[in-house]
């Protein structure tokens, strides 16, 4: 049966949060937006993904799709002022030297509780966490790619590993203990919200990194060849980028998943499930098709469509997780995926950015939106909606303008008012803003720009939230009874 709870929420990752100590962390600032979120009348509080992130800050390339990035940490829950202040968090100079301050700050934690905590069950609750360890010890230890370990780690020796183990107990513990203390905090939070009647919404990349514990200890649920990748992920060209994405994930052997009932995608989906109440399958087109590249190009362009563990796979999923799931569908949108998201009734995404590049009527126009659908003005893939009005394309502006029955000569921030409007009173069940848009911000808040590896990921918040805002964000909640 379809879904006729109307709901709305707000985009913002835990990195954008405001913080004292550098990026935003498990801390009272995900209280105190919880509070906005509830005084504005939302019910749903988007982040991105919350595993370490490998390249370029991107939360969508991780170490390990099972961890909580350490950065995330409220240092503050377990060191005093003057021991914080010693790692110079508010003076780096740089991104790296904030990362390296941070790391070394939630390693002192990790020295100072030591034995403090009993780990046993969490262990046994989260059989992931010991090769998570293992994984980033390695790592230090040798400095490499997994693939580089010494041949008794990279082939996964069990008693090599077991010999591991004991005589890197305590730096193994230390690492599994800041894994425990971010699932107590993000615990705590998560409830917090659930209590004041706010679900978080989290995503789940479809792919995993090459250098990773996914591949390291799951090597055969991947097309390699002699341990390194045959073919990779990326995308053709499409809207965001002319000349595609070669993102380099190291594609899956659906052969072999399936023989193995899908047991890897499970556990990932009920790890998210202890996380997160609604799960957002990115990138699901891969489901059916998957643009699959040779590991030697040097272009997305080469790439060919191979068919994906498409409807056995995805009825696997629902069955085993207890989290509602929707779907990001944006790009090129075969039959088969729609047949797919009618056949499961799953909820995917409507960009109103996207909705009047021409003239002609689309699917991403308010009007044709059904009901079970997210409705964004703009993801974090997107420009903000003020960057974008401000790049001054005035055939596309004024279409909106049109569209929403707006004078011409009215300003942008009207125009972002307006959109806004649109999505409350559409008949999608859920929208989501993202804060950049609630702030009416510029392009220089963007988080992503897809295709460029640097200078992503790290718009934050600088100041405390408005909570002057949510009266209007509450009225307009009342008004189209959402």
Same mark, same amino acid.
């Given at each position: 049966m379809e879904n006729k709870i109307r709901r709305s929420g707000i985009l913002l990752h835990i990195t954008s949060l405001p913080n004292k100590y550098g990026w935003g962390k498990f801390s009272k600032e995900c209280y105190n937006f919880i509070d906005f979120l509830k005084a504005g009348g939302f019910k749903i509080w988007q982040v991105l993904p919350f595993n370490p992130s490998c390249l370029g800050c991107s939360p969508y390339s991780t170490n390990c799709s099972s961890a909580i990035n350490?950065?995330?940490? %409220?240092? &503050?829950?377990?060191?005093?002022?003057? #021991?914080?202040? &010693?790692?110079?968090?508010?003076?780096?100079?740089?991104?790296? #030297?904030? *990362?390296?301050?941070? *790391?070394?700050?939630? +390693?002192?934690?990790?020295? /100072?509780?030591? @034995?403090?905590?009993?780990? &046993?069950?969490?262990? +046994? !609750? @989260? !059989?992931?966490?010991? %090769?998570?360890?293992?994984?980033?010890?390695l790592k230090q230890i040798y400095n490499c790619t997994w693939y580089n370990f010494p041949s008794e780690f990279k082939n996964r020796n069990n008693e090599k590993l077991k010999n591991f183990y004991i005589e890197y107990d305590i730096q193994l513990k230390d690492i599994i203990l800041i894994?425990?203390?971010?699932?107590?905090?993000? /615990?705590?939070?998560?409830?917090?919200?659930n209590k004041n009647g706010i679900k978080i919404l989290g995503d789940i990349p479809f792919y995993c990194e090459y250098d990773s514990v996914d591949v390291w200890t799951n090597s055969k649920c991947f097309q390699l060849e002699n341990g390194k990748p045959k073919l990779v992920a990326g995308v053709p060209p499409d809207y965001f980028n002319s000349e595609g994405q070669l993102w380099g994930n190291p594609v899956y052997d659906y052969d072999y998943l399936e023989k193995k009932n899908y047991k890897f995608f499970i556990? =990932?989906?009920?790890?998210?499930?202890?996380? $997160? %109440?609604?799960?957002?399958?990115?990138?699901f087109l891969a489901f059916n098709k998957y643009w699959a590249i040779p590991y030697s190009s040097k272009s997305a362009k080469r790439g060919k469509w191979l068919s994906g563990g498409g409807e056995k796979l995805l009825e696997k999923i629902l069955n085993s997780c207890k989290s509602e799931i929707i779907v990001e569908d944006?790009?090129?949108?075969?039959?088969?995926? =729609?047949?797919?998201? #009618?056949?499961?009734?799953?909820?995917?995404?409507?960009?109103?950015? $996207?909705a009047f590049d021409s003239d002609f009527d689309n699917e991403y126009k308010p009007h044709n939106y059904e009901k079970n659908c997210i409705a964004y003005i703009g993801t974090h893939d997107n420009n903000t909606f003020m960057g974008m009005l401000n790049e001054g394309n005035w055939d596309k502006i004024n279409r909106f303008k049109r569209y929403f029955q707006m004078p011409l000569e009215y300003e942008n921030d009207v125009v972002v008012d307006n959109a806004i409007i649109?999505?409350?009173?559409? !008949?999608?069940?859920?929208?989501?803003?993202?804060?950049? %848009?609630?702030?009416?911000?510029?392009? #220089?808040?963007?988080?992503?720009i897809p295709?460029?590896?640097?200078? @992503?990921?790290?718009?934050?918040? +600088?100041?405390?939230?408005?909570? @002057?805002?949510c009266s209007k964000f509450s009225y307009l909640a009342n008004l189209y009874a959402r």
């Open positions: 350490p950065i995330f940490l %409220d240092i &503050t829950q377990y060191l005093t002022e003057d #021991e914080i202040k &010693t790692f110079n968090l508010t003076t780096c100079n740089s991104l790296q #030297e904030y *990362y390296d301050n941070m *790391y070394s700050a939630v +390693k002192y934690v990790a020295v /100072k509780l030591r @034995n403090k905590f009993d780990l &046993t069950q969490f262990i +046994k !609750s @989260n !059989s992931w966490v010991i %090769d998570y360890a293992s994984f980033v010890l894994q425990y203390l971010l699932s107590m905090q993000w /615990k705590s939070i998560k409830d917090y919200a556990d =990932r989906f009920k790890r998210l499930s202890q996380m $997160f %109440d609604i799960i957002r399958i990115d990138h944006l790009g090129i949108i075969s039959n088969e995926v =729609r047949v797919i998201k #009618e056949k499961f009734n799953l909820a995917g995404l409507k960009v109103l950015q $996207f649109s999505l409350y009173r559409s !008949s999608a069940n859920d929208i989501i803003l993202t804060m950049q %848009d609630i702030l009416k911000l510029g392009s #220089e808040s963007r988080m992503n295709g460029q590896p640097n200078g @992503n990921w790290q718009w934050q918040l +600088k100041q405390d939230f408005d909570f @002057n805002l």
